[in-house]
T-cell receptor, first 114, second 112 residues
């Protein structure tokens, strides 16, 4: 089992460009999450999907959109990248969207917006 | 809203000693508290979960305590090893349907 996979691993964008970060999990989990991690800020939730067919905003959703393509895949889209979106992005999954379920994280995507 | 504070300064200890990391929260007491380990360039990995009605939880050399009166969790690594060097994150439930709120993490360095 690969667990949670993310592509790409690294990306450099120019301001205004768009891109989609891909995430897939092979653990048959219902819930998936997108976080960003900035120095000194910890992990902040961007969007999550409690189950296939549903998505909800997290703490910092502005400038992002998500798609829960199927039970396995959850993508994050930046429509018009800004330097403030330079960050490390992590996708995670859990069996259910409950706080006693551990979350499994992918390896991250390091995004730089110039 | 809930705020979480972890030691912002890195913790440096000698191999064999016990490392103690602190996680303080400011608002409501969470029903669950989780601890994760994160190595440089990698995603966090789950270590332990403790429930609000549990005072202490152990797993091998790891011990977590949860004091709802002090609004604090302590994370201990006994007989620390250089391989324990990493950043440790605490996470609390957001009291709104199962999402987690993460602290900023504490970097631990264990010297041989």
């Amino acid at each position: 089992n690969a667990g949670v996979t993310q592509t790409p691993k690294f990306q450099v964008l120019k301001t205004g460009q768009s891109m989609t970060l891909q995430c897939a999990q092979d653990m048959n989990h219902n819930s998936m999450y997108w976080y960003r991690q900035d120095p000194g800020m910890g992990l902040r939730l961007i969007y999550y999907s409690a189950s296939e067919g549903t998505t909800d905003k997290g703490e910092v959703p502005n400038g992002y959109n998500v798609s829960r393509l199927n039970k396995r895949e959850f993508s994050l889209r930046l429509e018009s990248a800004a330097p403030s979106q330079t960050s490390v992005y992590f996708c995670a999954s859990s069996e259910q969207s409950v706080s006693y379920n551990e979350q499994f994280f992918g390896p991250g995507t390091r995004l730089t917006v110039l | 809203s809930q705020k979480i504070e972890q030691n912002s300064e890195a913790l440096n200890i000698q191999e064999g000693k016990t490392a103690t990391l602190t996680c303080n929260y400011t608002n409501y007491s969470p029903a669950y508290l989780q601890w994760y380990r994160q190595d440089p360039g990698r995603g966090p990995v789950f270590l332990l979960l403790i429930r609000e009605n549990e005072k202490e939880k152990r797993k091998e050399r790891l011990k977590v305590t949860f004091d709802t009166t002090l609004k604090q969790s302590l994370f201990h690594i006994t007989a620390s090893q250089p391989a324990d060097s990493a950043t440790y994150l605490c996470a609390l439930d957001d009291n709104q349907g199962g999402k987690l709120i993460f602290g900023q993490g504490t970097e631990l360095s264990v010297k041989p």
